[in-house]
């Protein structure tokens, strides 16, 4: 980054210099928009309904809202803070408040990386079923044909979707060591979503921000429209019933604490860098806090709303699949009442298909065990039925699938659903790769000329190495990426970034820094929240998600084609051993470089425009001095120029000195010399010109001084609107020239 003056006199700080042209976002809607649609993806989707459903239902909710406002805020708000006053990606913005710490922008490109090779295999599922919504009836409605009056045993021994979803799109193979080569499909499927990426991204911020307006917020209109439609399904108030009924008990349990929490933090997308990517292009003066709480606040409420559709559609599936299964045994006892084999004491109290749920239950646990089985008759409970396929993929391509069939005009729903799933994946992905591109094109500007070609490269690397993803077991490594290589990192990267601005370079340092530069003060609460805090919840969430990987070792779903169930197996070594070396692979850079640093030879003293260096008190005074002059010239130019101006206007108050932090009050930023905030007695007596009135300035208490010659603006202090000190404007903590003119 180019050097400038900085705003303020002293070390202050690499936030507040003044920076480069850079592209910008067309308004504050395509930036908020941009911020939402990265952070909003698939996992609020199938992610958070599932563990909202395990983990208490409303009990979960608020849970996660108090993590959100103690954990997800302050650190969204840092990495705006972060991006938007310094105006680079997530290396540089780390280079430059410490040259040690661009370890930490290298780590989450790295993880980006990582994430951009799996999460377009999601996207091209997304665009295979899209494109086989546009058939009457759906392929996944029927199970398919065997031979004459044969229907095909492993659907018929699942169900459609099911069989759909494992044997039509994925033919998956039974284990994740036996490859089974690409699927075509795929990989034509692939090339698509890295097409769409590339094209999206191939202008910068100019084209991706005017797909993010349809990315972002048609999959709301969707999702309400779905919601209209689910709750007017049979049994989906069930649902919504069970999803809002809290189980307190569940917050005296680690679990739900650390699967709030790594919700939270994936969510809003933190430790990607993609974050900082956006904000690096937005307004400098803008209000990054108030940003950072609009963003979480709408993520939560997306959370909330596609929620409420996954449990209105889950209840749905759960009453109808809990009726067939009550005709089932009803049809069971009647054959074996007709055959004389049931008890008299053992017959139902009434028709089973009527009976209530906890009336059946209790009919069903007094049968004798041996009964039970030879009958064939099983317990059919709501609440088994709603825990079954709502994790991960499987409740957007098996459970939404197979209610989407039973809904008039399937076809048309199925692809605004589809559509739904590619605007939140494509937002997400847009973001991922911006993180990555962002920092090249900061590190080598020579890029920006062939931005396109360099967006174009990428594409292409990205589609060559996502083709393993694109085998037939390629679901299975998908599934590790997103357990593990894309989420472990990320905890000690957020660590890290706390730490890089909460004790290397200075909470209350920070916080004032980002209060002169965007002019909008933050909540002092952040400066204890980043110190202890943040550090701790990360620290604990990693060591709680090694342990759980060390204690328990780590399983995934596989599908068996004799029996057409999913069944859990363990990893194969190989596969721990590619998993462990890719997350240490990504938090490598954070240690090497900051060794590097530490061992390397020592550089040059930087100039004085070089943040977090100290200067001598000579060349300090040296420099006032000839400011003071130069002011000086300033000044008597300035009063032949205003020699016959009118009167200027009624005076206005300035800034009590005693509620501003700086020397007035002994308060360093930061605990660094030179890094405070303006001290008015201080810099208005630097200006040796004599200036009226001070007494009734000094009576009024907001300044102090000598009645003469003592008194006036100083340009290394404040950054006034007409000449000296920076080309901000008038700041919140300074007046203009006019301004302190007129009240003395």
Known sequence: MQKAQPVLGGDAGPLQEEVPPRPAW????????????FSVGLGNVWRFPYLCHQNGGGAFLLLYLLLLF????????????????????????????????????????????FVALYYNVIIAWSLLYLARSFQHPLPWQSCPSAGPNRTEPECALSSPTTYFWYRQTLDVTPEMGVGGGLQPALVGGLLGAWALVGASLLKGIKSSGKVLYVSTLFPYLVLFCLLVRGLLLEGAPEGVRIMFTPKVSVWGTGQAWRQAATQVFFALGLGFGSVIAYASYGARR??????????????????????????????ARATRRTQHCLRRNAELVSRALALGGLPETARPPGNLTALPAPQYSAWLQGLPPALRDALGVTDCRLEEEMNKGVEGPGLAFIVFTETLTLLPAAPLWSTLFFLTLLGLGLGTMLGTAQAVLTPLLDAFPVLRRRRALLTVLCCAGGFVLG??????????????????VATLPLLAVAACEAVAVAWVYGAERFLAAVWEVTGHRPWQLYGPLWRFGSPGAMVALLGASLGQLALHPPTYQAWDRATATSWRRPYPPWAMALTLGLMVVAVLPIPLVALRGMLGPPRDPP?????????????????????EEEEEEEE????????????????????????????????????????????????????????????????????????EGGAGPHPRCCPFKNGGGGDYGTSSLCPSRGDARRAL
């Open 26 to 37: 067309t308004s504050k809607a395509q930036y908020i928009l941009a911020q939402l649609g």
């Open 70 to 113: 103690l954990l997800g805020i302050p650190l969204l708000f840092l990495e705006l803070a972060a991006g938007q006053c310094l105006r680079q990606g997530s290396v540089g913005v780390w280079r430059s408040i410490s040259p040690r710490l661009a370890g930490i922008g290298l780590a989450s490109c790295l993880v980006c990386m």
């Open 286 to 315: 803008s209000d990054c806090h108030r940003d950072a709480v609009l963003v979480a606040g709408l993520n939560a409420l997306t959370s909330l709303l596609a929620t409420l559709v996954v449990f209105a559609v889950l209840g």
């Open 467 to 484: 083709l393993p993803f694109a085998q037939r077991s390629g679901s299975y490594l998908v599934a590790a990426f997103d357990d593990y």
């Open 607 to 627: 100039g004085p425009q070089d943040q977090g260096e100290e200067r001598g008190e000579e060349e300090e005074e040296e420099e006032e001095e000839e400011e």
């Open 636 to 707: 008597e130019e300035e009063e032949e120029s205003v020699t016959d101006a009118p009167p200027p206007a009624a005076p206005r108050a300035l800034p009590d000195p005693a509620s501003l932090p700086g020397r007035a009050g002994r308060r360093p930023i930061g605990g660094r010399r030179g890094a405070l905030l303006p001290d008015w007695p201080r810099c208005l007596r630097r200006e040796r010109r004599p200036l009226a009135g001070l007494e009734e300035v000094e009576r009024s208490g907001v300044l102090r001084g000598r009645a």
